[in-house]
C-alpha cells in the first residue's frame, strides 16, 4: 500500500520561501513518477512538478519554472519542492502524488497518477 504523507506548508509573506516534504511508503517499483500538485480555493487541481523516482527526470509547469525545484532524496522516500519568490497566487493546497506507470517522462495529467496525499496548505500573504 502506497502512503503519501506531505509537509512543510505555512503562512509566509510574498517574496519567501518554503520546502515542502513528501514521504512515501510502499514503492516498490523504482519506476515511479512523483509529482506535487496545487488546489487553490475554487479551483480546478493544477499540475506544478513532477521528478521519475529513477533517473531524477524533472517537468515543471511554465507557470512556475524558475521559482520551483523538485528534488528526491531515495534513501529517505522523500520528494522535495523547494518555492522560492511565493507569490500570492501560489496560494493553495499542495498535493504529492504517485504515478506507478512506467513513463518516459514525467506526466502532466493528475489522472496519471495512481496515490494521493492529503495535502498540506500553503498561505502567502501579500
Known amino acids: 500500500q502506497v502512503q503519501l504523507a506531505e509537509s512543510g506548508g505555512g503562512l509566509v509573506q510574498a517574496g519567501g520561501s518554503l520546502r515542502l516534504s513528501c514521504a512515501a511508503s510502499?514503492?516498490?517499483?523504482?519506476?515511479?513518477?512523483l509529482g506535487w500538485f496545487r488546489q487553490a480555493s475554487g479551483q480546478e487541481r493544477e499540475f506544478v512538478a513532477a521528478?521519475?523516482?529513477?533517473?531524477?527526470?524533472?517537468k515543471y509547469a511554465d507557470s512556475v519554472k524558475g521559482r520551483f525545484t523538485i528534488s528526491s532524496d531515495g534513501p529517505k522516500n522523500t520528494v522535495y519542492l523547494q518555492i522560492d519568490s511565493l507569490k500570492p497566487e501560489d496560494t493553495a493546497v499542495y498535493h504529492c502524488?504517485?504515478?506507478?506507470?512506467?513513463?518516459?517522462?514525467?506526466?502532466?495529467?493528475?489522472?496519471?497518477?495512481?496515490?494521493w496525499g492529503q495535502g498540506t496548505q500553503v498561505t502567502v500573504s501579500s
Open positions: 502524488a504517485a504515478d506507478k506507470g512506467w513513463r518516459i517522462q514525467p506526466q502532466t495529467d493528475m489522472n496519471a497518477y495512481d496515490y
Open positions: 510502499g514503492l516498490t517499483f523504482s519506476g515511479y513518477t
Open positions: 521528478i521519475r523516482w529513477s533517473g531524477g527526470n524533472t
